[in-house]
């Protein structure tokens, strides 16, 4: 295999003139078939470097796939390019099925994809392996989201388990696993569970170059400032805690004119499914899910996600942030979070009990606990994003990263010792008298709050009683929050948790040590910044043609029934606005045209810019 011959197919098969970085070095070890264990981030360009040796190395090569809506859509794509794949699971009625092996017996098709438990069915090992086995061959195994192996990560699968059978089966057949997960714990046990020989292991950085980070207080700006990303246009996906948040999030934003659906674990398989399909296909907008979406989710083209409550380990919304950009345009991942969030989120994990014995499962909340510390330390952290997100998998990194709002906003550091100290001092009074006290209530006393509690305690007769009355309970979240984190103030659990002070406090409370807040300012009212969120950097007349070539795009789509990014990504069409390609061979330039693309699309797309660039004279 010589490197022209592999560069010549990335042009004319994929339509790229170079690798993304980490992609040549996969390649090459699956074109020298070794096993391997490659670890690239999303959007890193995973599906080519099996793609590609697939179409160089003889025989099929199989593709263990967890999801059906994965299947399909790879399948799609490589349709789209005029590349031979094919799938088989139970959506095919037995008819179909059983076109498609023969046609694969008949080496028809060069990528197979399949879920594991068709993988391990006896009638499958006997029958149609070991015939492509015996016949056009077998190139190898590829296990995409190969995570699934692994108990510790996010989506266990226990078939995965089991495809070490098939690779004592076939011992020969090489095996490629992938995955963007990126904890130690869970490559080593794929390298294990896939029992991966004299594996080439390549990871990539887990750094998203393109994805701007910001986290910003929760506050009455937050849903006006949520609804202006919207309206910036761009797909979007908005995270929630819970369904009730799902639903009441989406139906506000709906009422506002903004296309939205809903999607969590409540609503019917047949409406996620069409919520589901109408995104992908560019028919609404902007998705407001739990967790439970997202997974199985291709789009490349999400331009920004908006956590609207705090997830629950740094882990979770890299990966969740992460569905943002896949296709490496600027993209936008904005965390929200407020003091409420906190006390939801303990609360949350108070909950997680024996559901027999109801009594609190320790490990796990205090594992849950660690985890919600890191988001709180992420969230209200004064250095750069990127560098806490990557440190997290172990990567270290120089910032500043010049994509995020630690590195790119000015932030104002305003003095809050004189709140402190109040604050501190409330603790101590009640200390005195033999008595603790959640934040809640601190702060209710500190405005002076006129509650049956407070009058039921006599506390309305403390000398901090009403002393931050001119202090919103949002500000005092804040301070008490600070507090907290800078480990200037304790919380220990009587049952609930109780505020006390430590030897730190005693400091701040003489003088000797200052609480300090990183703020980032907020725009005064009336200048807040407008138009596009993600800016493409581009004049109005580019991005007019850029309106005009994705409306082809989707109209194409239509006729051919597949989502928009199946005909071209996003990243073609910026491409295409800015060469202007009025030619085939000067189409044929643009990243994501191949041969089979050039010929399917060329016409239409050079017809539609000749005609943007030349208008007809009027006569
Ligand atoms: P992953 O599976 O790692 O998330 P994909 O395989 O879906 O990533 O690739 C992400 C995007 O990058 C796709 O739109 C793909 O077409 C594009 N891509 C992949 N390789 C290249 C390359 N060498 N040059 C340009 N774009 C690429
Ligand atoms: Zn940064």
Redesign the pocket.
Known sequence: MTADHVAET?KHR?G?????PG?EAVVRDALAGRDLLAI?????????CFQLPALLRPGVTLVVSPLIALMQDQVR?LDDMGIPATFLNSSLDGAENARRQRALLAGEFRLLYLAPERLLMPEFVNGLLTELAGSVGLSALTIDEAHCVSEWGHDFRPEYRQIRRIREYLPEMPCWA?T?TATERVRGDIVAQLGLRDAAVHVASFDRPNLYYAVKFKDKHSYPELLQQARSGGSGIIYCLSRKRVEELAGRLQADGIDALPYHAGLDGETRRIHQDRYIRDDVQVMVATIAFGMGI?K?DVRWVTHFDLPRTIEGYYQEAGRAG???LPSRCTLYFGAGDIHTAEFLIAQKRDPETGEALEAEQRIARQQLRQVLDYAEATECRRSIQLRYFGETFQPPCGACDNCCEPRTVEDRTLEAQQLLSCVARLAQRGQRFGGSYIIDLLRGADTDKIRRNGHTDLSTYGIGASRSQDDWRIVLRALLHQGLLTESHDGFPVLQLNADSRSVLRGERQLQLALAPRPARGQRRRGKTVESGDSPANDALFEELRSLRKQLAVERNVPP?VVF?D?SLRAMVQSQPRTPEQFAQI??VGDRKLAEYGDVFTALIREYAEPPTPT
């Not at 790229?16 to 993304?20: E, G, Q």
């Open positions: 990335l994929f790229f003139d170079a690798f993304r992609q690239m981030p999303t959007g890193g360009g995973k599906s080519l794509l992938f963007a291709n490349p896949r296709d490496n990014y990504s990243a990243p994501g």
